[in-house]
């Protein structure tokens, strides 16, 4: 039927568009690689959906993108011949936002528009960032497969509503038509078009076409803008700084520059090629249980998922990249990857690459400080997870310490190296925050002997130090628990002193024990952990979790 049947935009998509317009103006040239991004998208799985299908392919068209400007009507359309969509998926696609969170993110957006377009960055704008420069944005399409007949349009003026009608379609795939703004016009300029596209899309893998209409006694003309090369297969050398970035951001929707890459190709059995980030900043949703990580994954260059989760163990999953591993079946499917021998053999691999890769950031103070106070807590997760590298995990760990007050910034190494060489433990001490850890009284003795002690106050850090007994044969040791072995004039026992039982059986309902100490120079009297007593942090997470 050619009715036009009107839909509302779930709440989310109305303030996100809302938000987005406002924020995201002066990076408005974005809508272009997000909607070059799609289309490339789309031919992607169309390549992998006729791996099964080979008559999914319209005989003679390789998957192809091409960019007309039509001044007249000034209009910018970026049409694709791949997967395409009916009509029950452009009302799914176009009409919601179906990560999990986004309330919740949007909640969190402050109304400062510096601020919030840095966070719409990382959250993704997407498709809908056609509405920065489009004031109507129409969208036909076609599903790879259907008949002729099964067309769809979706319109929408980006104000809350969108419409969908049946139409006739000859060619499957999709195209977007941008009807800009006024003050959008510049994008229908080719000078400008191929700049946008050199800049945010060369490294796209399926060719780009800018065609131009006649004008005067001047013919259609099309023009190649990219190199349609998968980046990741180029020789390292070969490849700019400016490409990889761009490449990271066509990938993780970052706004930002990545921190650190590297791109590796591995030969022989286990024949694989990896190009693994380092984001700058963690997305919002790091913490949620359902949220997509992985790498994206290629069998010889056809795209086979994203998210592939399989590749890096749960405590590295902010890592963002690529992986094309040849020899893999084509059909392979998340389960199989679950337990088929070689994904483990690659995932052992790019473990150790990307701790390699962190541990090299580390000589970039400055680097490593953005890094750590943005993925520290998922690093100590390692601590736990990941055994076999432990001690490689445990290198990367920056702690507060009482030689160094304010700052997180020590490694054990440094730690190591700062001792006196007779000293044979690492000293740490839990607390609540900061400032708890470095006014507590347990310190008094330490700083007498000028020994340092980490400060540790993350709600992991006492689980994380459960998993951590010695780093390179240094054994860890809280400087709130039991008998402090600090030289032979500490804690010589005092405990003939009358005060000392008196207090004793005073308290003898609420402590153990009490002691006469040297371990305190201020303070009279501090608690101190029994060797097997769980500590305070970890006695009120097993309360909060009902035990
Ligand atoms: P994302 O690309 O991160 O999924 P977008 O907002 O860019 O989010 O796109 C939303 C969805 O709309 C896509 O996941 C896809 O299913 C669909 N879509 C968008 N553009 C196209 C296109 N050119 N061809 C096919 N599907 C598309
Ligand atoms: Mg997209």
């Known amino acids: 039927s050619a009715e036009k049947q009107t839909h509302g935009f779930q709440a989310e998509v109305s303030r996100l568009l809302h938000l987005m317009i406002h924020s995201l103006y002066s990076n408005r040239e974005i ?5 070059i991004s799609n289309a490339s998208d789309a031919c992607d799985k169309l390549r992998f959906k006729a791996l099964d299908e080979p008559s999914l392919l319209e005989s003679g068209n390789d998957p192809a993108i091409s960019l007309r400007i039509d001044k007249e009507a000034g209009t910018l359309t970026i049409a694709d011949n791949g997967i395409g969509m009916n009509e029950e998926d452009v009302i799914e696609n176009l009409g919601t936002i179906a990560r999990s969170g986004t309330e919740k993110f949007l909640a969190s957006l402050s109304g400062d528009q510096k601020k919030d377009a840095q966070l719409i960055g990382q959250f993704g704008v997407g498709f809908y960032s056609a509405f920065i420069v489009a004031d109507r944005v129409t969208v036909e399409s076609r599903k790879a497969g259907t008949d002729v007949s099964a067309g769809v349009r979706w ?4 104000q809350g509503e969108f419409t969908v009608e049946a139409i006739e379609r000859a060619e499957q795939g999709t195209a977007v038509v941008l009807h800009l703004r006024k003050d ?11 700049q946008v596209v050199n800049q ?5 893998a399926f060719p780009i076409t800018l065609v131009t209409p006649a004008e005067g006694d001047d013919e259609e003309k099309a023009e190649t803008l990219n190199s349609a090369t998968a980046l990741w297969q180029r020789p390292r050398q070969e490849i700019s700084d400016e490409e990889y970035q761009n490449f990271y951001k066509h990938i993780s929707h970052d706004f930002q520059d990545a921190l650190s890459w590297s791109h590796n190709k591995v030969e022989g059995k286990l024949e694989y090629t990896s190009l693994l980030y380092i984001p700058a900043r963690a997305p919002f949703d790091l913490y949620h249980r359902e949220a997509n990580r992985g790498l994206k994954l290629y069998v010889q260059r056809v795209f086979i998922m994203d998210d592939a989760q399989q590749f890096l163990p749960q405590y590295l999953r902010f890592i963002k990249g690529v992986i094309d591993a040849p020899n893999l079946p084509l059909n392979v499917s998340r389960e ?5 021998g070689p994904v483990q053999k690659i995932r052992a691999a790019l473990t150790k690459r990307v701790l390699q890769m962190l541990k090299k950031l580390g000589n970039d103070e400055e680097k490593y400080a953005t890094f750590w106070s943005q993925f520290g ?11 076999d590298n432990q001690e490689a995990v445990a290198a990367l760990l920056r702690f507060a310490s009482s030689n160094q007050p304010g700052k997180v910034a020590t490694s054990l190494d440094q730690y190591l190296e700062n001792k006196p060489a007779e000293q044979d433990k690492i000293y740490y001490l839990l607390a609540d925050s900061p400032s708890a850890a470095e006014n507590s009284p347990h310190l008094e003795v330490f700083r007498k002997k000028g020994i340092e002690v980490l400060l540790l106050s993350d709600p992991v850090d006492e689980w994380m130090v459960s998993y951590l007994d010695s780093y390179k044969d240094v054994k860890l040791i809280n400087a709130a628990r039991g008998e402090l072995d600090l030289g032979e004039e500490t804690d010589k026992a005092d405990n003939d002193n009358p005060l000392i039982g008196r207090l004793g059986s005073i308290l003898a309902e609420r402590v153990e024990a009490v002691r006469a100490t040297s371990r305190l120079v201020d303070s009279p009297a501090c608690l101190v952990l029994a060797e097997d007593q769980l500590g305070p942090q970890m006695r009120r997470m097993l309360e909060a979790a009902g035990q």
Do not use: M, N, P
């Not at 945010?200 to 796209?204: C, F, G, I, K, P």
């Not at 199989?336 to 088929?340: E, F, V």
């Not at 807590?377 to 055994?387: N, S």
């Open 31 to 35: 809508f272009l690689r997000e909607l």
């Open 155 to 158: 319109e929408s003026d980006g």
């Open 184 to 194: 959008a016009r510049e994008f229908l300029d080719d000078f400008k078009i191929r």
């Open 200 to 204: 945010y899309s060369d490294h796209v």
């Open 336 to 340: 199989l990857l679950q337990d088929y």
């Open 377 to 387: 807590q998922v690093i100590k997760e390692g601590i736990g997870e990941d055994r």
